[in-house]
């Protein structure tokens, strides 16, 4: 079913509206100019996994483009709350959207009004599940990470997606299921919508995000593998150095914790540490069962 025609609805701008409803003006400055922000969270048992932090990240991404939304964190939280409860679902996909609007048209849009929409859908495998468990297959891509003095490179921008789209459609007509792009220096970044992690030695080795998404399960998992003992080593990492290395993951809200057979001419093996770390994290996001009833 196509997204701009499915069952339910869409919370836009203080309200819930028919999904099919849910629509912007083609004179709209964050279609041509990419003037939108967005999150990805998701839905464990009826329980929006590190919501706050996702939606505090929306409103600074904003911030990052030059606008403020509309609505406060704690308001887009009860938002996000309410659209998923809406759609009635346990386990889903949230998806908040903020963008400028269509009072002016050009480069300059200082006054125009911002919106922001929440759609929830259900969004099992970002990857296909039995390819997943053996590792996925990763090419190299040939765009990379911008400078941070050429684009807002911490803000979960629409625009920074475009250089995503362009790697991710070029690695899979080559057959792969991702792209890992390198940074503007040549160093090893992030996938099209998820961090990169390696295992060498025992050890975690990860590239310190200072030009690409910081994000929220990356930090969950840098946690997660400290409380078992395993060292984590944020660095920078050059693509030379991906053969001395025994295990890859990729990690990000859709695409959890994802083990990585491949990387172009490069082998992984799904190793214990990238397993036990897929295991905490699957049991990390769901929320703790409720306490039994006392029996009468
Ligand atoms: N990098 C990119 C480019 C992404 O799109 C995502 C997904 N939002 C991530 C990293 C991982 O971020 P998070 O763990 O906060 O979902």
Request: overall charge negative; charged content about 25%; hydrophobic content about 45%.
């Amino acid at each position: 079913q196509p997204f701009d025609s499915r069952d339910g609805e869409i919370w836009f701008d203080g309200a819930f509206v028919p999904w099919s409803d849910a629509k912007v003006h083609v004179l709209t400055h964050g279609l041509h100019y990419a003037s939108a922000v967005f999150e990805g969270e998701r839905a464990y048992g009826g329980v929006i996994f590190k919501m706050h932090e996702h939606n505090q990240r929306l409103v600074n991404s904003g911030k990052l483009l030059g606008f403020d939304i509309p609505f406060s964190v704690d308001e887009i939280d009860r938002a996000c709350e309410a659209t998923l409860a809406r759609q009635g679902f346990e386990d889903a996909y949230i998806r908040p959207i903020a963008w400028r609007g269509s009072e002016m048209m050009g480069v300059a849009a200082q006054s125009n009004t911002i919106h922001l929409a929440i759609a929830v859908w259900q969004w099992p495998s970002y990857f296909d599940p039995a390819e997943r468990l053996k590792g996925i297959r990763v090419d190299l891509a040939e765009w990379r990470r911008p400078d941070p003095r050429t684009a807002p490179s911490k803000a979960k921008a629409t625009g920074l997606y475009m250089i995503c789209t362009l790697s991710k459609h070029a690695a899979e007509r080559k057959g792969y299921a991702d792209a890992l792009m390198l940074d503007w220096r040549g160093q090893v970044a992030e996938c099209t919508g998820a961090n990169v992690f390696f295992v060498k030695d025992g050890a975690i080795h990860t590239p310190t995000p200072d030009c690409f998404l910081d994000g929220i399960t990356r930090r969950t998992v840098i946690g997660l593998a400290k409380a078992r003992g395993i060292e984590v080593i944020e660095r920078a990492i050059m693509p030379e150095e991906l053969d001395g290395f025994e295990e890859c993951f990729i990690c990000g809200t859709a695409a959890e914790v994802t083990p990585v057979s491949e990387i172009a001419q490069h082998r992984f093996a799904v190793g214990d540490i990238t397993k036990t770390l897929m295991n905490d994290y699957a049991a990390a996001v769901r929320p703790a069962p409720k306490a039994a009833v006392a029996a009468a």
